[in-house]
């Protein structure tokens, strides 16, 4: 289940946007990155639905629930026993279904980009051009730490939205070359969300509650 987790770190996996990212990204104008930067402190909390697909064509959807700083969670579909929580430290996934628990620190994967408000995208951010005007693609990259990995994150210029951008979904490379992404749909900015949602069962003998 390892490659499986790092990719689901990253974003869950593989999802085709109805557009090709180029391979080469080009240094982001200040004001991109600025705004995008703006984007992540703005969102105090967000929900949405989403939807992926990995290299094998396996369809899988459900629920993300965000909470600033760091806490995310990936609520998947009735019937998957898989379920991916961000507590502000650490991700962890826990398979239900084999009874495993796996967990990483969230800056050690690409998702850290989108989930800590105090990073400076101007630091290891580059737009990636997308031949759509409305469209604002920003790639983050450690560069002293590629192991990290590498995250694309696609906006849609919004005037409704926080700092005038939508989270439309993000494409990541992991350190294993495992490329996924993610599509959100029905995003909510600012609902109510308790800390209780980024707790989880722990399925594995003699395991306790966590969170």
């Keep these: 289940m390892k490659p499986l987790f790092l990719?689901?770190?990253?974003?869950?996996?593989?999802?085709?946007?109805?557009?090709?990212?180029?391979?080469?990204?080009q240094q982001a104008a200040p004001s991109d990155l600025n705004q995008v930067n703006a984007y992540i402190r703005a969102v105090t909390t967000m929900t949405a639905d989403f939807a992926q697909t990995d290299r094998n064509g396996q369809t899988l959807t459900g629920q993300l629930t965000i909470k600033?700083?760091?806490?995310?969670?990936?609520?998947?579909?009735?019937?998957?026993?898989?379920?991916?929580?961000?507590?502000?430290?650490?991700l962890t996934m826990i398979d239900y279904e084999v009874r495993q628990v796996q967990r990483w620190p969230i800056g050690n994967s690409p998702l850290g980009a989108l989930l800590d408000p105090t990073k400076d995208l101007s630091k290891f951010g580059k737009v990636v051009p997308s031949g759509d005007p409305s469209i604002l693609s920003v790639q983050a990259r450690d560069p002293k730490r590629p192991e990290f990995g590498t995250i694309t994150m696609v906006f849609k210029r919004d005037a409704g939205s926080p700092a005038g951008l939508q989270l439309y979904g993000w494409v990541a490379l992991d350190s294993q070359n495992n490329r996924t992404s993610v599509r959100l749909t029905n995003q909510r900015y600012g609902v109510p969300v308790a800390d209780s949602a980024f707790r989880w069962i722990d399925p594995r003998p003699k395991g306790r509650s966590a969170g």
Excluded: N
């Design 7 to 25: 990719a689901l770190a990253a974003a869950p996996a593989a999802f085709v946007l109805p557009f090709t990212l180029p391979a080469v990204a």
């Design 68 to 90: 600033q700083p760091g806490k995310i969670r990936f609520q998947y579909q009735k019937g998957v026993p898989l379920l991916i929580v961000g507590d502000g430290k650490a």
